[in-house]
């Protein structure tokens, strides 16, 4: 079965430092890889994603994840954080057998300061 | 474009009572999706249309739940009889076809039964 773990339920960073938000997930055949980021009171809104190619990949805002097959993981990394990266991030993954059904993990809380 | 548009914000109910959410997806996308998250969880899909058509309602918890979309626009889920474990925030979310990876969500429907 498909699974997505987000190990942390906060991550604390002081701004200008880089950021790392994990994220291990489990799928049959190749995994199609998502992040999204909740602001309070709306929708969840796209970042990036990883369906194949180059491991690391480039999102909005800044944001990047690196696709890693042999620990199944796919962490979100920020080389300098902002105040305003504070938001509520999920990981979601869609396996190839999994018709259109995304996965989501339970979110981090990830929280910049000033 | 319009976003992903859902009704109402808030709702609070009694147990017992019925409640019905509206989504609004963005204009031209014939693949709707409903999800769940129920507090600090994982945000849990319930269903997915392909047009007028349920595409996949693996994850509709029980018969309680009913989820339409007539004309393949606009959809509603019905929850009749509410339940306590019914609450959470539901999100509706689009994408204009099946191969199209991102799916742009709506800032959710938050359900208090109590």
């Known amino acids: 079965a498909q699974s997505v773990a987000q190990p942390e339920d906060q991550v604390n960073v002081a701004e200008g430092n880089p950021l790392t938000v994990k994220c291990t997930y489990s799928?049959?055949?190749?995994?199609?890889l998502f992040w999204y980021v909740q602001y309070p009171n709306r929708g969840l809104q796209f970042l990036l994603k990883?369906?194949?190619?180059?491991?690391l990949v480039k999102g909005s805002y800044g944001f990047e994840a690196e696709f890693n097959k042999s620990q199944t993981s796919f962490h979100l990394k920020k080389p300098s954080a902002l105040v305003s990266d504070s938001a509520l991030y999920f990981c979601?993954?869609?396996?190839?057998?999994?018709?259109?059904?995304?996965?989501f993990g339970a979110g981090t809380r990830l929280f910049v300061k000033a | 474009e319009a976003g992903v548009t859902q009704f109402p914000s808030h709702s609070v109910i009694e147990k017992g009572q019925t409640v019905t959410l509206r989504c609004d997806p963005i204009?031209?996308?014939?693949?709707l999706y409903w999800y769940r998250r129920v507090m600090g969880k994982e945000i849990k899909f319930l269903l997915h249309?392909?047009?007028?058509?349920?595409?996949?309602e693996s994850g509709m918890p029980n018969n309680r739940f009913l989820a339409e979309r007539t004309g393949g626009t606009y959809s509603t889920l019905k929850v009749q009889p509410a339940e306590l474990e019914d609450s959470g925030v539901y999100f509706c979310?689009?994408?204009?076809?099946?191969?199209?990876?991102?799916?742009?969500f709506g800032p959710g429907t938050r359900l208090t039964v109590t």
């Open positions: 979601a993954v869609r396996g190839y057998t999994g018709g259109f059904k995304t996965i």
């Open positions: 799928v049959s055949g190749n995994p199609y």
């Open positions: 979310a689009s994408s204009r076809d099946a191969l199209s990876y991102e799916q742009y």
């Open positions: 204009s031209g996308h014939d693949n």
């Open positions: 249309f392909v047009k007028e058509s349920k595409q996949d």
């Open positions: 990883y369906i194949t190619g180059d491991n």
